[in-house]
């Protein structure tokens, strides 16, 4: 079955650049999530979309922005990068089921930043 | 958004059936209680999720009391593979709204 694809899997930057993450989500679902974990850290919400509209927004930076575009995939942008993003970016995607969220995320294999 | 609490590690043995219990104090009338299973470098994987009462499925079981304010994670016969980072999430309700991963707790599954 298809699942949801993360890419680039690896990147390096230096501080100060920007960087593009992208994420396609399994085909149908119509919900997209960002999240980031640092090293021994837990996953930390980012943002969600849902239908192409944000839907939540947590502790993502100002520094950072995203979009869900009109073929449902979805970009995560990240300029002036700091050592501190260097991290592990997970993607997600569910399908709604009516108004109701039921917490069933498929998780990419998610793309790790490293800041030097 | 509702807390979650959890114990931070657990270690059991083979074979063994292990219960991991987090609480949800302040959880919402629609909120649904999901359980995520994580391995270094990997994105988490859904395990199990329910409402109320006891939920089944083929690598688990989750048990969810009438005030719904805790739930267990039943793991029956661990193995050594089973050795992850398991997560306890409750899921507002409206879409795509925030869930959040909290502190999951550290299985460690021993010969």
């Known amino acids: 079955a298809a699942g949801v694809i993360q890419s680039p899997r690896h990147l390096i930057k230096e501080k100060r650049e920007t960087a593009t993450l992208k994420c396609y989500p399994i085909p149908r679902h119509d919900t997209v999530y960002w999240y980031q974990q640092g090293p021994g850290q837990d996953p930390q919400f980012l943002i969600s979309f849902y239908e192409k509209m944000q839907s939540d927004k947590g502790s993502i930076p100002d520094r950072f922005s995203a979009q869900q575009f009109s073929d449902y995939h979805s970009e995560l942008n990240m300029s002036s990068l700091e050592l501190g993003d260097s991290a592990l970016y997970f993607c997600?995607?569910?399908?709604?089921?009516?108004?109701?969220?039921?917490?069933?995320?498929?998780f990419g294999e998610g793309s790790r930043l490293t800041v030097l | 958004l509702a807390k979650t609490t959890q114990p931070i590690s657990m270690d059991s043995y083979e074979g063994q059936e292990v219960n991991i219990t987090c609480s949800h104090n302040n959880i919402a009338t629609n909120d649904y209680i999901t359980w995520y299973q994580q391995f270094p470098s990997q994105g988490p994987r859904f395990i199990i999720q329910g409402y109320k009462t006891k939920v089944t499925n083929e690598v688990a079981s989750l048990f969810i009391p009438a005030d719904r304010k805790s739930s267990t994670l039943s793991l029956p016969r661990v193995s050594l593979s089973d050795t992850a980072v398991y997560y306890c999430?409750?899921?507002?309700?409206?879409?795509?709204?925030?869930?959040?991963f909290g502190s999951g707790t550290q299985l460690t599954v021993l010969p």
């Open positions: 997600a995607s569910s399908r709604m089921m009516g108004q109701r969220n039921t917490g069933e995320l498929f």
């Open positions: 999430l409750v899921a507002p309700s409206g879409s795509a709204r925030q869930l959040t």
